[in-house]
């Protein structure tokens, strides 16, 4: 099986060195890839439709959102997503430093598969690097029938 | 003067005394009476003696009275006058005193008596042979004119007296003239008599002075009268006119002041609608700054809480990678750093939840209340369990009116602070329960921490409010200013009851569940 792709859409650049370098210390099986806007993460999932691209743009096992971006949203993004019948059921984490109740009800009514909220501090960013990839890994293994729910914001910021 | 006059008029004026006004003594209609059927005796007297002279014709009942002869006609007719007058006093016939067209005969009687003595005339005094020592004696005449003024002057409060001394044209006319009919005869007398004692005058001529003495002076008391009421009549139009031009001054000055009222009125109307207008203005204007501030506060966490996390972060990715490498010195100044960025953080997050609390809606619902206290403790469950903490509950936890996040904040923040403020190495006791408070719960939180002084009781609920140093006790000095912020937003209060080293007694008091809901 090859190497997992989790697409994260996030246009602080800290943010998601903070989240390499978790990966690295976590050491887990999946590939990073950044886009730094919500335009460049539309760009890039129309370009996985072309065939004779394929190899350069791979389809995403996941996509890492932020929220608040300049230009399109992460609402916005999402709800292209859902729109396009084959992204309809990819799986999409929401990562946001907001933490109002508004925004976890609109991003999961719009059809988000977690809504975890940025951690202050690496240990924090382990955790949820742990848990994505657990994610990964349930999603992965067919007919497992399990589906897991949001860990508590609490629970992953400790 | 014959006895029997004499009698007659001492009679008279007795009873003319009696029926003097007195009503203050009680004796009053006692005398009244006497004095009435005194002037009865007399006025029969008076007639019985008239009918005597007059026709020849004795009753028969005066016989014993006559001392010394007849009283004259005109003494008779006086006594008979007064008699009925002092008896009638009290009595009035439509507008007209009897008594007083009595005594008003009697005056004239008198007077005319009078005057027949001065001029040698006894037709005038009574005598029916035209002999001089016949008729009524001046004595009597005046004793008569006394009475009879007496008998008006006993009731001068009414009648042609009230006229008399009243300020109406009526009562000038009265004073003026009331003696003059009177001055008139005296005078038409004494010229009349010096004309008939000329011997060079004709008769005729006597007669002719005096009907033309008559008809002037008649003339004239026409004319004075006429006089009197002309100015009278234009005096009376004056004021009428002066109270005309009274009316139309006080109508203007009425008009303009309700003209300047309803101006009022409508510029008040005016500055009404203005004001309800910029009021409206205003709130709309309000409304906008709220959601435009709350878009700036949503902007502030999102950049501020960014720097706040990368700093953390990559102090502890040195931290966690670069340990060996690093001396104690750098490892302690990493750590100070990414627990600064994680203060500023926590202090960010907690002044937007103070400052969204201002404004925010908060539905309130009816809150489980020992629902949420599981909760928050289950989610501070690590550390409870880091401090070796116990939380008792005492008692049934009631449900109360509450929003559900605002509520769970409210524990959140009170319990956490229950767990920090202790003694060093004290294992936190903590005690929940809830008892009734008029409308409400009242929710106590006690602890076994170090306490509170009284004087920073108040003070404590303030936003950065700290009794201690951060780094013996952590925090970001607004959690007790949420709680009391939430709790008011709510409709209850907050308080505590504490002193040093006996632990604290935080409390917060929630609406009762209104009864229509399920």
Avoid at chain 1, 121 to 129: C, E, N, P, T
Wanted: charged residues 15%; glycine residues 6%; contains cysteine.
């Amino acid at each position: 099986m090859s190497e997992a792709i989790i697409l994260s859409v996030d246009d602080s650049s800290d943010d998601f060195t903070l989240l390499k370098l978790a990966c690295e210390a976590v050491n887990v099986s999946f590939q990073l890839l950044p886009v730094q806007s919500g335009e460049a993460a539309i760009a890039y999932l129309e370009s996985t439709r072309d065939s004779l691209s394929q190899g350069h743009f791979p389809v995403p096992d996941m996509i890492l959102l932020d929220l608040k971006m300049p230009g399109k949203s992460g609402f916005d993004v999402l709800t292209w997503l859902r729109a396009q019948p084959e992204f309809a059921r990819l799986p999409v984490v929401i990562l946001t430093s907001s933490t109002h109740a508004e925004d976890r009800a609109r991003a999961l009514s719009l059809g988000a598969t977690w809504f975890l909220v940025k951690p202050i501090g690496y240990g924090g960013l382990q955790r949820i690097v742990r848990s994505l990839d657990q994610l990964l890994q349930t999603k992965a293994a067919p007919d497992s029938g399990t589906s897991l729910d949001t860990p508590s914001s609490a629970e992953l910021a400790r | 003067m014959v006895p029997n006059t004499a009698v007659v008029l001492c009679c008279l004026a007795v009873a003319l005394w009696l029926v003097l006004p007195n009503p203050t003594a009680r004796s009053f209609i006692v005398r009244f009476r006497a004095g009435q059927a005194l002037a009865m005796l007399s006025a029969a007297l008076g007639f019985a003696t008239l009918v005597h002279e007059l026709f020849g014709w004795n009753p028969g009942m005066d016989f014993n009275l006559y001392l010394g002869g007849h009283p004259p006609f005109p003494a008779a007719l006086g006594a008979l006058a007064l008699g009925l007058g002092i008896a009638l006093l009290e009595i009035r016939v439509r507008e007209v005193w009897p008594s007083e067209v009595l005594a008003v005969i009697t005056l004239q009687m008198a007077l005319l008596g009078i005057i027949g003595h001065i001029f040698g005339v006894p037709e005038l005094y009574g005598s029916l042979n035209f002999q001089a020592d016949n008729g009524m004696a001046i004595q009597t005449a005046a004793v008569l004119l006394i009475l009879a003024v007496g008998l008006l002057a006993a009731r001068a409060d009414r009648g042609l007296m009230a006229i008399l001394h009243s300020h109406t044209p009526g009562g000038t006319l009265a004073r003026r003239w009331v003696l003059l009919p009177a001055a008139v005869l005296l005078v038409m007398g004494l010229v009349y008599l010096l004309l008939q004692r000329a011997p060079a005058v004709p008769r005729a001529l006597g007669s002719w002075t005096l009907l033309m003495t008559s008809f002037t002076f008649l003339t004239a008391a026409v004319w004075a009268t006429a006089h009197v009421l002309h100015r009278a009549g234009l005096e009376r139009d004056q004021a009428h006119r002066t109270l005309e031009q009274h009316v139309v001054e006080r109508t203007a000055a009425l008009n303009e002041s309700n003209e300047a009222l309803q101006a009022a009125k409508e510029d008040l109307a005016r500055v009404n609608h203005g004001l309800e207008r910029t009021i409206h203005e205003r709130t709309v204007h309000l409304h906008e700054t709220i959601r435009s501030l709350e878009t700036v506060c949503y902007n502030i966490a999102h950049d501020l809480r960014a720097p706040n996390r990368a700093i953390a972060g990559f102090a502890e990715v040195l931290l966690a990678r670069y340990a060996e490498s690093l001396d104690e010195t750098a490892l302690d100044c990493l750590r100070r750093v990414a627990a600064a960025a994680q203060h500023s953080d926590a202090l960010t997050l907690d002044l937007l939840a103070y400052g969204r609390l201002g404004h925010a809606d908060l539905p309130c619902s009816k809150q489980s209340l020992a629902a949420h206290i599981e909760a928050v403790t289950e989610k501070l469950a690590h550390d409870f369990v880091a401090t070796s903490a116990s939380v008792e509950v005492s008692g049934p936890l009631p449900a109360v009116w509450a929003n559900p996040t605002a509520l769970e904040q409210v524990l959140t923040n009170l319990l956490t602070n229950a767990l920090k403020f202790l003694p060093p190495a004290t294992p936190p006791r903590v005690t929940i329960r809830a008892e009734p408070a008029g409308s409400c719960w009242r929710i106590l939180i006690q602890d076994n921490g170090i306490g509170i002084p009284p004087e920073y009781q108040q003070k404590i609920f303030g936003v950065f409010q700290r009794l201690h140093s951060p780094e013996r006790y952590p925090g970001t000095g607004i959690g007790l200013a949420i709680v009391q912020k939430s709790v008011e937003r709510m409709g209850g209060k907050v308080g505590v009851n504490s002193s040093p080293g006996n632990g604290s007694c935080f409390w917060f008091e929630l609406l009762n569940c209104p009864d229509t809901l399920p």
